[in-house]
């Protein structure tokens, strides 16, 4: 066995049953693992899904670097410094994918007369990386090295391919991306607008009344399903959160993208630092974009604790966006579940401990549990009241409810938690889909997969001035667009894949939903029909049925205020319970921004509108703290 002190030196023969010593004695041979260190470590690995070192690593008894070195000691493993070792043979890297070598930290390193040699950064999982290595190189030599200097030359030596799968993981018949498809959907889109046009010079009245129709349908349709929506979530008999294990905890990686956030770092930390999930099994991504100049100067003037680390994704041919992000720092991620956080969360303390519990008592066919929303600047203004309103609504009502009747749910962006195995089946996320949330809740439906709602809440930064809630709505709405149309692409399919419930949900989350945005002035003109204003001087339709639908329209109305109270009065803040009639005033906005995205849509469909946070008093109150002040009543109930 080599000498560790000759740590450059790689002997031919590794010795991987000499043990001289235990790893216990060895780790205990360094001043700073105490033995009540290493007895609390030992006690936790019947609870944790974690290793010896991980433990004492995360506890910071030991360095990383030091703890694989005393693992390799004592395993009989030879420890190579990559850093002044030869570079690895260009002839292996095809042996291995980039992924697995990423996700199992291991490197194929040099061809010698016995074979092939490995080297790894987790000596603990070495029984592990075999089972699940090609037959053809179970057998071969295993040396350990720093797991930061295996995990830096395999992002350098599979740059190129990293890339590439990052901007094209799903199936081109799942992606919004630039393809044959894709063209046909786009022209297939303008000839119908086309068509359109000139039924509106040719005959005005008539396609007036053809499409004041067809909103008037899509108005019913989201009324019914809010209605049946709130029904199953009445019905629904949520059993209490339990917070204790069966099996181990298991570990959990977080990624949370960051652009062009100048000063987040220090408050993000602290905001996750209130976690009480063990950080052994902790494992937060922060992923920067290469390029992004602003966020690398406020990481770079930050200490990071051991268990939040930078993942830099490499620029590529023009395309930025957060689901392309994502697709790169997945093959990065530790656990065996996966998250996703922004940089203004503020995620409730023992988020993670339900998202473990949950996993575990659910069903294998469930792949994704979705956290509640919420804001914690509901008072700025009218906006943020109205917009508070808006997600109490959805992630409390609706969307449990939806889930309860057996549709597909469109995933919020973040505080939602995957299992990594069908996340990587499926694909990870579409690169190009600019809310590729939505596309990823519709594609968990088409592979057979279910999500469902974790009574935990998350709160988040409203966004509450006019022109940017405008553009952040659009970018939403113009991925509605986008998911929308590729899933349609072949609706047979579709609907032998999800079945005809979960096919007819999609009509209504998504046509009727941009339907009613679309052609909401249409409603408009058709209320002052209704109450004798016309642009023509003579009414479209008999007032008598002008006056009925008007009135149907505003018992819906009226249920949908009502909705939206039982959601409010679940936030113990009784005094947005007023602005909930002011509600009528705010989603014309989504019409502005509906128009935006349609005409993004045509002619610029991947660009990407960046939501600046940090903007309002509270917002700034917040990251200068990372204090955030959780709901009394939330947590516990949708």
Not at 216 to 228: D, G, N, P, V, Y
Not at 577 to 602: G, Q, S
Request: glycine share 6%; hydrophobic share 45%; aromatic share 10%.
């Amino acid at each position: 066995m080599n000498n560790p002190s000759s740590k450059h030196q790689f002997s031919e023969a590794a010795l991987p049953f000499q043990r001289p010593q235990s790893v216990a004695q060895i780790l205990q041979s360094h001043s700073s693992v105490s033995p009540k260190a290493m007895l609390g470590a030992h006690r936790q690995l019947d609870l944790w899904d974690a290793t010896l070192g991980e433990i004492l690593v995360s506890e910071g008894a030991i360095g990383s670097e030091a703890c694989s070195k005393a693992f390799a000691q004592a395993e009989g493993y030879d420890f190579v410094s990559l850093e002044t070792a030869p570079a690895p043979s260009p002839a292996l890297r095809s042996l291995l994918a980039p992924g697995f070598c990423l996700k199992h930290n291991v490197l194929a390193w040099r061809q010698n007369t016995d074979g092939v040699v490995l080297v790894t950064g987790r000596p603990e999982r070495i029984a592990a990386l075999r089972d699940a290595l090609p037959a053809s190189l179970q057998r071969a030599k295993i040396a350990v090295a720093s797991e930061d200097a295996v995990t830096s030359i395999l992002r350098d030596l599979y740059r190129k391919e990293l890339v590439a799968q990052a901007e094209a993981r799903p199936n081109t018949e799942y992606s919004c991306r630039p393809s044959s498809a894709h063209t046909l959907s786009h022209r297939m889109l303008c000839a119908c607008l086309l068509v359109l046009i000139t039924a509106i010079i040719l005959a005005p009245k008539a396609t007036f009344l053809a499409l004041l129709g067809w909103v008037l349908i899509a108005q019913c349709a989201i009324f019914f399903m809010k209605l049946f929506a709130t029904l199953a979530r009445a019905g629904e008999r949520p059993p209490p959160m339990r917070v204790t294990m069966k099996q181990k905890l298991p570990r959990i990686s977080v990624m949370v993208p960051l652009f062009k956030e100048h000063d987040i770092a220090g408050a993000l930390i602290r905001r996750l630092s209130r976690l009480s999930y063990p950080k052994a099994l902790l494992d937060v991504l922060l992923v920067l974009e290469e390029h992004d100049d602003i966020t690398h100067r406020t990481i770079a003037n930050s200490t990071l604790p051991s268990w939040m680390r930078v993942v830099v994704v490499p620029a590529g041919d023009g395309l930025t966006t957060k689901p392309r992000a994502l697709n790169y720092a997945l093959d990065f991620c530790r656990g065996d579940i996966v998250g996703i956080w922004d940089a203004e969360d503020a995620p409730a303390p023992d988020q993670l401990e339900k998202v473990a519990c949950h996993f575990e008592s659910a069903p294998q066919d469930v792949a994704c549990v979705q956290g509640i929303l919420d804001y914690y600047n509901p008072f700025t203004n009218w906006i943020s009241r109205c917009f508070t309103i808006e997600y109490a609504t959805w992630f409390r009502i609706i969307l449990p409810g939806l889930a309860r009747l057996g549709f597909a749910i469109p995933l919020g962006g973040t505080t939602l938690f995957l299992r990594r195995e069908v996340i990587e089946t499926i694909g990870g996320w579409d690169a190009h889909n600019v809310t590729e949330d939505a596309d990823l809740g519709v594609r968990l439906a088409r592979f057979g997969y279910r999500t469902e709602l974790l009574p935990c809440v998350t709160q988040e930064e409203a966004n509450c001035r006019p022109l940017p809630w405008i553009k952040q709505r659009s970018r939403w709405l113009k991925g509605y667009m986008i998911t929308y149309l590729v899933h349609m692409r072949r609706p047979m399919r579709l609907i032998s894949e999800i079945g005809g419930r979960k096919f007819l949900g999609l009509q209504l989350i998504f046509a009727a939903t941009l339907s009613q945005f679309l052609l909401a002035p249409l409603l408009w003109l058709f209320w002052g029909n209704a109450f004798g204003f016309t642009l023509t001087g003579d009414t479209l339709i008999p007032r008598p049925l002008s006056f009925g639908v008007a009135s149907a329209l505003s018992v819906f109305g009226i249920v949908n205020a009502c909705i939206s109270l039982w959601a409010v009065s679940g936030l113990d803040r009784p005094r947005l319970y007023p602005w909930v009639l002011t509600m009528v005033l705010y989603f014309p906005l989504a019409t502005i921004a509906a128009y935006k995205a349609f005409y993004e849509l045509l002619f610029a469909p991947y660009f990407w509108d960046k939501t600046a946070h940090g903007k309002t008093k509270e917002g700034l109150d917040a990251h200068h703290s990372g204090v955030s002040v959780l709901l009394q009543a939330g947590d516990e109930s949708l």
